[in-house]
């Protein structure tokens, strides 16, 4: 199976409009829980992010209780895409997700990603991921002034104002650019 990451981002869309969200930052915890699933804070190795499964019919998406506030939100929303896109693959057995954390090297590729052998489910559900916290239009509405990829301070703005790490707004402004 290859990715379908259009697929994905739209998804992620949908949701942007069905919760009329109009700015960052998107609240994926009261998103996750309105989805029907029951969000769990708990304590976990540093390398485990997170996970989805079902159980007794229940969705549930536990977080790493002990990781940034900024990563947990990544987090919740990766497994949120597992919840939409993949809930037959979720159905087979709980979903563990290890570390994204990617080298400064590797964020400055863009097909780092492709080449760390992630999976399509995984490219899947970073996609959607991605577009819900950081939805393109929003972006793009904050780069009106322009953007220097050397602007450090700019970058670290952004990811303020979106909640999200530099890492991840460094991946998606590479991939809006
Ligand atoms: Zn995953």
Redesign the pocket.
């Known amino acids: 199976m290859s990715a379908d990451t259009g697929m994905a981002r739209d998804r992620a869309r949908d949701l942007i409009q069905r919760y009329a969200l109009a700015g960052p930052a998107t609240p994926v915890d009261r998103i996750v829980k309105a989805e029907g699933a029951l969000l769990q804070y708990v304590p976990l190795d540093d390398e485990l992010s997170g996970m989805a499964f079902i159980k007794a019919g229940q969705p549930v998406v536990a977080v790493n209780a002990l990781h940034h506030p900024n990563r947990q939100r990544f987090t919740i929303a990766?497994e949120l895409a597992?919840l939409v896109l993949h809930r037959d693959h979720l159905a087979a057995g709980v979903?563990v997700?290890k570390s994204f954390r990617v080298s400064p090297d590797a964020v400055l590729r863009r097909d780092a990603v492709a080449a760390s052998g992630m999976d399509a489910?995984?490219i899947e559900?970073n996609a959607f991921a991605s577009e819900l916290l950081m939805p393109r239009d929003w972006v793009e509405r904050e780069l009106r002034g322009g953007w220097d990829i050397d602007d450090g301070e700019k970058l670290a703005l952004l990811a303020k104002r979106f909640k999200v790490s530099t890492a991840a707004m460094q991946f998606r402004l590479m991939d809006l650019l």
């Open positions: 990766h597992h979903h997700d489910l995984e559900a």
